[in-house]
Nanobody, 118 residues
Framework: VQLQASGGGLVQAGDSLRLSCAAS????????IAWFRQAPPKDREWIAG????????YYADSVKDRFTISRDKVKNTVYLQMNTLKPDDTAVYYC????????????WGQGTLVTVSS
């Protein structure tokens, strides 16, 4: 599986943005797809995940109620809808995948930069 993230950009505080993560394969039923972000010097932060087969969704407290993760089985894509963006959301955002049951994410897309100005 290969992942391709896109959709980053420069926005103002309070704006919305949607990130996309396109997967190269259609056999994702046993995978968990997640979004992470990293804003140096902070550590990489897991922010949301979705189980492909049954669409269970999980969020970090830092983004809950503002971000929504979703998946489109037809387009083989996972989205991260980000609303009410804050300057603290500025980071490089990565999508990642792992086989269900594994602890670590072992498939990573390239990052996409989100910059939120105040």
């Amino acid at each position: 599986v290969q992942l391709q993230a896109s959709g980053g950009g420069l926005v103002q505080a309070g704006d919305s943005l949607r990130l996309s993560c396109a997967a190269s394969e259609r056999t994702l039923s046993n995978y968990v797809i997640a979004w992470f972000r990293q804003a140096p010097p902070k550590d990489r932060e897991w922010i949301a995940g979705v189980t492909w087969s049954d669409n269970n969704r999980y969020y970090a407290d830092s983004v809950k109620d503002r971000f929504t993760i979703s998946r489109d089985k037809v387009k083989n894509t996972v989205y991260l809808q980000m609303n009410t963006l804050k300057p603290d959301d500025t980071a490089v955002y990565y999508c990642a995948a792992k086989f269900r049951g594994l602890i670590d994410y072992n498939i990573w897309g390239q990052g996409t930069l989100v910059t939120v100005s105040s």
